[in-house]
């Protein structure tokens, strides 16, 4: 039983992170429609400017806030120079999923083609373990999970507690119509783009604490399992990411006690039945197809 | 030197096979497939253990399922197969109920988590080493010398891509192809039309899953050797990337694109030095340029070098030779519109179907005007806290026109799409000629009759302004996928479909435009394709929402002479109409609706003395 308990624990961690990424990404989708499928590759950019800045004396919180800092920074930029203008010019999905994967591509391949595809991993003091009744977390964990539970909240406060907030939830609800109503949709579409950037990048700093050793083709099964997490709960809500990354985050530490190689499919094999018994998601409103 | 030849002409003929079969799920049945890679690699790991023996040989170095020492070209058939299999059973999940962009991110997720399962579980496929030592069918050819043996190959590969070519020529050129075609640029217009959209896209994307399947066993017999790392999920996106730079649809663009990519930039690149920061840089940069190929090509070119071509018509020589004629006389547009108000009626735009001898599978209009034909009790819909349509009640009799009027947000569209079968009716029935439809889906819905068409244009764009009507048939023969192959079935119906449907194009004077893309047209063309699309089923209810929406002010008056004419020909009509004076001269009866109920019903003049009619009208 212990195991359990113990996986549990792990897989607290593993939601907070899926978490954190699941949240930015829906959060994009939300305020752009854009499935943005360069996500991973930012974050495996955060996790390299991590790196460096650990490497040149910045400590873990510094390392945290490069990587945020990365991610927000590359995501605006990604969708001011890119995404907005395919998205301007037609409005067929199509083309703009394939844009944000030839990104991807791009950005993922242009990392590895400077720092090649050995493996990396942060150079930190020996983590320390700390109990909390039946589980056990480390210091890094206790701080990712602390982290995750600290940008999830503040998240929250700006979405539902402040002006700006209610600005972007009208942008991401009917763009249009904000507009018409003098919300300034342009900027509210580039702070989407920013925090969720800053997201991004901290779940990709998060991860590489986590796993350990990474490599640029990290970003790309994580991608894919808070693509799960996002569409468990209902795409294009950040409640609903929260709620899918706890899904989906602990259930695949549980499957890891008995079936270790089963692991990575969990989310898959979640996202298949949540998609056959509840398209829209557990949260999420219709965005079924219709007809 | 042969070799190398050789091999490349291999990967490329092999190559063309698996873009053949994107370019039917994407160019042709508009699937966003970023999970096409599973289906040839599922292709080749089964080739793979069919072809080898059980797994304890060779000293039980590798482990995988299977091994039955089938002999060629067993391995090719069984990964065809298997791979459609896989196909359909994705297609069956996927895109039965999902918003297309949410499909492709299904798929990709299918193909990372795949590469991870057969990494992973490695009792399957031998995990991240893959399998190794597959005998190809070199072995049947050992008198031959190697090089021999690549030619022989190359030509066994050019057999099989000019299979892959007919065979997407016969499904893309079909009718039922053309249906998939139209599903693609209007699924919810396809569906009014009574084509089953879901059916025809798993269908499709099963058989762009067979060739994927050939593609990948083809591979397999020639490399030997089969493993994860060689199906990541970027591979598919390489294929993409060929049939955007070819030309989405355009087989012959897609074989030009695969040709370009493949060769130019996968296999291109080897003669290059090294060089970059990194031992991997050069692999990467093909990456980089990959991507940035996709999207100059996207921003500047999207339909590609080779464009998907406009399908042209043979215009029938009997109609040219001597009805045009006559026709011309008597269906004399501008005459006609005054004629009609002084003769009450002549030219309905519906005489050509009432004269034809033979319409097997069309609605004959009803025989007794004055039958029911529509009957909706107490239809409500909610959506989330607003009552959107509530308990509305209406009826249509054969042979009128009744218009359905209110203001902004009244209810009206939703309550014309809960009819259509497109929006569907939380209580409440729709009796449509005495039968039960409330649980019939739109396509089905438009098979028993009622067609519809829609408020925003909705032709289909890439569809000539002939193909657009010709989707409207609903001959079995004409939508059935075994037409693709057995052309005899539909050739000669085509034709008098052909030959009616010039007749309605003459008839709304766009029989000049027959060959133009309908995504060229001008709105009040798109809106007269759209009416005459929907009369080529043979409709027995004809639901209408704003027909003059969009439309210049001076082509309304054109639009209502061919309404009063569908009317004048016995077919039912349900106007959604903001423009009152259509209403008043197209509509016997008409429907008010303010808040999402019906409020009164009567003729124009009737309602216009009704207090509570204007006070919801003005102030509503």
Redesign the interface.
């Known amino acids: 039983m212990q195991i359990y308990y113990q996986a549990f624990g792990f897989g607290i961690v593993t939601a907070a992170l899926l978490a954190v990424g699941a949240v930015g990404f829906t959060l994009q989708f939300a305020v752009s429609n854009v499935f943005n499928l360069a996500y991973g590759s930012v974050m495996v950019v955060a996790m390299y400017a991590a790196y460096v800045s650990l490497n040149h004396g910045a400590g873990l919180w510094g390392a945290l806030a490069v990587g945020g800092i990365t991610g927000s920074v590359l995501s605006y930029l990604i969708n001011r120079l890119v995404y907005r203008h395919f998205v301007r010019k037609q409005a067929n999905r199509f083309t703009i999923v394939l844009v944000t994967l030839a990104v991807a591509l791009m950005m993922a391949n242009l990392l590895e083609g400077i720092v090649g595809d050995n493996f990396f991993s942060y150079q930190l003091p020996t983590q320390i373990a700390y109990a909390f009744g039946p589980f056990r977390f480390t210091n890094y964990e206790t701080i990712i999970v602390g982290v995750a539970v600290v940008a999830m909240v503040a998240v929250q406060a700006l979405l539902r507690g402040t002006k700006l907030g209610s600005a972007m939830r009208a942008t991401a609800e009917n763009s249009d119509l904000a507009g018409n109503c003098g919300v300034p949709t342009d900027r509210m579409e580039d702070i989407a783009w920013l925090i969720s950037g800053f997201l991004c990048g901290l779940a990709g700093v998060s991860l590489a604490l986590t796993i350990g050793q990474f490599t640029p083709t990290t970003g790309n099964v994580f991608l894919v399992t808070i693509i799960a997490a996002a569409v468990v709960g209902g795409v294009g809500r950040p409640v609903g990411a929260i709620l899918g990354a706890l899904i989906v985050g602990v259930s695949e530490e549980i499957v890891a006690v008995p079936a270790s190689e089963y692991q990575v499919v969990v989310g898959f094999a979640l996202l298949i039945l949540v998609l056959l018994l509840r398209p829209q998601g557990i949260l999420g409103t219709a965005q079924v197809r219709s007809g | 030197m042969t070799y190398y030849v050789g091999t490349l002409l291999i990967y490329l003929l092999i190559d063309g096979v698996a873009a053949l079969g994107l370019n039917l799920q ?1 160019g042709v049945a ?1 699937i ?1 497939s ?1 999970g096409f890679i599973v289906f040839q690699a599922a292709g080749a790991y089964v080739a793979a253990i069919v072809t080898l023996g059980p797994d304890s040989g060779n000293g039980g170095f590798q482990q995988y399922i299977g091994g039955y020492h089938w002999p060629f070209p067993l391995p090719v058939l069984a990964a065809g197969l298997v791979a459609g299999a896989l196909a359909a059973l994705v297609g069956v ?2 895109l039965r ?6 499909q ?3 798929m ?3 193909a ?2 795949a590469t ?2 057969i990494e ?3 009792t399957l496929f031998n995990g991240s080493t893959g399998i190794a030592l597959v005998p190809g069918p070199a072995k049947w050819f050992n008198h031959f010398g190697s090089e021999d043996f690549i030619w022989l190959y190359a030509a066994w590969c050019f057999v099989l891509l000019a299979a892959a070519y007919w065979i997407s020529l016969r499904v893309t050129e079909s009718p039922w192809g053309r249906s998939l075609r139209a599903a693609r640029d209007n ?2 217009a396809a ?2 039309l009574g084509k089953d ?1 879901v059916r025809l896209q798993i269908i499709a994307f099963t058989i762009g899953g067979v060739l994927a399947g050939i593609s990948g066993a083809l591979l397999v017999e020639y490399i030997g050797a089969w493993a994860p790392s060689g199906w990541l ?2 591979e598919t ?1 390489v294929l ?1 990337t060929a049939i ?1 730079v070819g030309g989405t649809g355009n087989r012959r663009g897609v074989i030009l694109g695969t040709f370009l990519i493949s060769i130019a930039i996968g296999e291109g690149s080897t003669y290059l030095p090294t060089f ?6 050069e692999a ?5 340029l ?3 190929i ?2 100059v090509m ?2 500047f070119r ?1 339909q590609g070098i080779l464009p998907e071509r406009p399908r042209r018509y043979r215009h029938p020589s009997s109609a040219l030779a001597t009805s045009s004629g006559d026709r011309a006389a008597s269906w004399d547009k501008g005459v006609r519109a005054r004629d009609r108000e002084m003769n009450g009626d002549d030219a309905p735009l519906m005489m050509a179907e009432s004269t034809d001898s033979s319409p097997p599978q069309g609605h004959a209009p009803s025989e007794h005007p004055g039958d029911l034909v529509l009957r909706a009790e107490g239809l409500s819909r909610r959506f ?1 806290g607003v009552l959107a349509v509530e308990s509305a009640t209406l009826e249509a009799h054969a042979g009128t026109c009744v218009g359905l009027i209110g203001p902004n947000g009244a209810g009206k569209s939703t309550l014309l799409n809960m009819l259509a079968g ?2 569907r009716s939380d209580s409440g029935r729709i009796l449509v000629d005495g039968e039960d439809v409330t649980g019939l ?3 089905k819905r438009a098979r028993l009759g009622v067609v519809r068409t829609f408020q925003l244009a909705s032709e289909f764009p890439k569809l000539t302004v002939m193909e657009n009507l010709l989707v409207g048939s609903r001959d079995r023969d004409m939508n059935s996928f075994a037409g693709c192959f057995w052309g005899r079935r539909w050739r000669r119906k085509e034709v008098e479909l052909i030959d009616r449907a010039w007749a309605l194009l003459e008839r709304v004077n766009l029989a000049s435009k027959s060959d133009q893309l309908a995504g060229t047209l001008s709105g009040g063309e798109r809106r007269l394709v759209e009416i005459a699309r929907a009369l080529m089923t043979e409709p027995k209810l004809l639901l209408l929402d704003e027909p003059t929406a969009g439309v210049n002010p001076g082509r309304i008056r054109e639009i209502e002479d061919h309404l009063r004419s569908i009317v004048d020909a016995g077919v039912t009509v349900l106007l959604v109409e903001h423009q009152l004076e259509v209403v008043d001269r197209v509509c016997d009866n008409v429907y008010v609706m303010a808040n999402g109920s019906v409020l009164a019903s009567g003729t124009l003049a009737e309602l216009r003395k009704r207090e509570d009619v204007l006070s919801a009208y003005f102030s509503g």
Do not use: C, N
């Open positions: 994407y508009g966003l970023l999940v996927v109920k999902l918003r297309r962009d949410y492709a991110m299904v990709l997720v299918t990372v988590f991870a399962l992973g579980v490695t699924e919810a569906s009014a959209v999920y970027p996106f993409f955007v970059g920061p990194s031992p991997v840089f990467s940069m093909q990456w980089v990959i991507g940035l996709t999207l996207l921003w999207p989330g497109s929006e889906p739109a396509h």
